[in-house]
C-alpha cells in the first residue's frame, strides 16, 4: 500500500500537513532551490533505482550557496532523507522526486538574502513521460530568450528563473508544438525549456558550452559519458548558430524529467528524414538499462531502494 508523504519540517508527514504560510518569502520572491530526480522501478528486482541522487543533491547545495541558504544537511543525508521517504510511501512504480531547498521566513517587502531562515522539504509523485509525443519531437524556435548567467545563473535550478522556462514552453505548446528551443541573448543556441540540446553531424556530437546559459545537466553527462565511452563518439563542445540545427543529422534533448528525446523537426523543417536517429536511439538505449540498474557498467548511477 502506498501513501503520499513529504519531509518537512525535519519529519515524514502526510502530504496534506505539508504546507507553508503566505508570508513566506520563496512564495512571493522565488527564493528557493529545488532538484528533479527520477526513481525508476525494477519489477524483474523489486527495488526502486535512484538515477545519480548524490550528484543532484551536490547540485541542490551550490545552488543554496548562491541563495545564501543553510538547510544543514549534506549530500549524503540529503540521500538518507529520500531513501527513507522513498520506504515510508511505499511506491512501486516510476517516481519525480521534488527536493526543494526555500527561505522559509515569513516575511515580505524585503529583497536581501541574508538573514533570513531556510528550511528543506521532500515530496515525491508517480510520474511518467514528461514530453508527450511517441516518437520525435516537433520544436520551435522560442522569442524568448534564455536568461543570462550575469542576470540570474542558470546552471542552477533556481525556483526564480523557470519562469523563463516556462514562458518558452508556454508559447511553444499553445502554437502546437512539443517544445521550446531557446537561444542566448546574443543568439547562439543554448537548451530547450528543460532539457540540454545535443547536435550530431558526421557522427560528432556537438553541446553547447555550459556558458552559453544552459544547466551543469546530469543527464547531459550521463548521455556524453555513453557516447564516448560506448559509442566511441568524439564529443566537441562549442558554440552553435541557430541555423546550423536544421542542417544537423540528428538532435536530441536530455533531462531528467524527459529522459533522452529526439528531435524531427524545428521551425516547420525536418532535422534529416524527420525520424530518431541511429545514435539517438543508440545512446538512449544504453541510458534506458542504465537507470533502471540493468547495465552492469553504469549500475553505480543508481542507488537501490528495497521498498516493502
Known amino acids: 500500500m502506498s501513501q503520499s508523504l513529504a519531509y518537512f519540517r525535519g519529519q515524514i508527514v502526510p502530504i496534506e500537513q505539508a504546507n507553508v504560510n503566505v508570508m513566506t518569502h520563496a512564495l512571493h520572491y522565488g527564493t528557493a532551490v529545488f532538484e528533479g530526480i527520477r526513481g525508476n522501478w525494477s519489477d524483474s528486482e523489486e527495488k526502486m533505482f535512484v538515477y545519480r541522487m548524490r550528484e543532484h543533491y551536490i547540485r541542490l547545495l551550490q545552488g543554496c550557496r548562491m541563495l545564501m541558504m543553510d538547510i544543514g544537511k549534506t549530500a549524503d543525508e540529503l540521500c538518507d532523507i529520500t531513501e527513507n521517504l ?26 536581501k538574502l541574508q538573514d533570513l ?7 515525491m509523485v ?28 542558470p546552471r542552477v535550478k533556481i525556483s526564480g528563473h523557470y519562469v523563463n522556462s516556462i514562458l518558452a514552453k508556454t508559447e511553444a505548446t499553445l502554437a502546437g508544438f512539443d517544445e521550446a528551443v531557446m537561444l542566448t541573448p546574443d543568439g547562439f543556441v543554448s537548451e530547450g525549456s528543460g532539457e540540454n540540446l545535443f547536435m550530431i553531424n558526421d557522427g560528432i556530437l556537438v553541446i553547447p558550452p555550459v556558458s552559453d546559459n544552459n544547466l551543469t545537466g546530469i543527464t547531459r553527462d550521463s548521455a556524453i559519458t555513453i557516447a564516448k565511452e560506448d559509442l566511441g563518439m568524439e564529443v566537441l563542445e562549442r558554440r552553435i548558430r541557430r541555423s546550423e540545427l536544421y542542417f544537423a543529422d540528428e538532435v536530441f534533448l536530455t533531462g531528467t524529467a524527459a529522459h533522452i528525446q529526439a528531435v524531427g523537426r524545428l521551425d516547420s523543417r525536418n532535422i534529416a528524414d524527420g525520424e530518431t536517429g541511429e545514435y539517438t536511439l543508440a545512446i538512449n538505449e544504453i541510458y534506458q538499462k542504465a537507470i533502471r540498474g540493468e547495465n552492469p557498467k553504469y549500475r553505480g548511477w543508481c542507488t537501490e531502494v528495497s521498498v516493502n
Not at 86 to 108: T, V
Not at 117 to 123: R, Y
Open 86 to 111: 522513498i520506504k515510508d510511501c511505499g511506491y512501486k512504480q516510476d517516481l519525480y522526486i521534488r527536493p526543494l531547498a526555500y527561505k522559509s521566513e515569513e516575511l515580505i517587502a524585503n529583497l
Open 117 to 123: 531562515s531556510s528550511d528543506f522539504t521532500l515530496i
Open 126 to 153: 508517480p510520474f511518467g513521460a514528461y514530453l508527450e509525443s511517441d516518437g520525435a519531437l516537433n520544436c520551435c524556435t522560442s522569442s524568448w530568450r534564455r536568461v543570462d548567467d550575469t542576470i540570474i545563473p
